[in-house]
């Protein structure tokens, strides 16, 4: 449908085929409509109307000036792409949603660091790796993100070993877990910019995870009109009452 904002999704070459589906009826059920990228595939930022960027593999801590000190899966070619398309998103008023490594990709783009040890690091947090709702997150008070899911506790999956350290230009901490290890980010100006932790695309039957695909819709339709997004996200969110 030509009405539906065209939504560019980011994906592992190895775990793309099956994770850009749901991804893709996430959105469709938001209102949108998305299109898979990655590395070798064409990716125009012109021709869409705002961007994901999925999980997959760790990100290289050659992006934020660390070396590397626990076993990791990287692919540098990936890495590369996705700092460029973050970085050209937020300087072409572009919305984008960063999942599970998503979220650590915006954060790296805008200048910031990570945990490469997450666990590590948070001894309190309780260690999870499932798609299951297992993990508890606690979403801040006065942020985007609990206008858009409410500030409830909130159930969630966990399939990470890295999170945000250092935060980048212009991002607070919209979420945490209860060891204090970082679960979601935010930027607090135009274009909209969240990323998550956790991966919303598997819990698609949660009203609260679908509101945060349906906010990147909403910022997406403002961006096609020049409007502001962060309003249009917060309208989106008055009305859905969470």
Known sequence: MPDRPLIAVT??????????????????????????????RPADLDAVDGL???????????????????SARLDPARDALE?????AAIARNK?????????????????????QD?????TASDRHWTVLPKKQVQVCHD???AG??????????????????????????AAHDRGGMVQAVERTSDPFALGVQWHPEHLFYARRQRAIFAALVAAARACRTDTV?????DALADEQGL
């Open 11 to 40: 994906t592992s070459a190895r775990s793309g085929w099956r994770i850009f589906p749901l991804v893709a009826l996430n959105l469709w059920l938001a209102g949108g409509r998305g299109v898979r990228w990655g590395t070798g």
């Open 52 to 70: 994901i960027i999925g999980g997959g593999d760790d990100i290289s801590p050659d992006l934020y000036d660390m070396q590397i000190v626990t």
């Open 83 to 87: 700092r460029d398309l973050v970085e």
């Open 95 to 115: 919305p984008v949603l960063g999942i599970c490594r998503g979220a650590q990709m915006i954060n790296v783009a805008l200048g910031g660091s990570l945990h």
């Open 118 to 122: 997450a666990y590590g690091t948070y």
């Open 143 to 145: 942020t985007r993100l």
């Open 148 to 173: 858009i899911a409410g500030t409830a506790p909130m159930r969630v999956n966990a399939l990470h070993s890295q999170a945000v350290d250092r935060l980048g230009r212009d991002l607070r901490v």
């Open 229 to 233: 997004q962060l309003r249009a996200v």
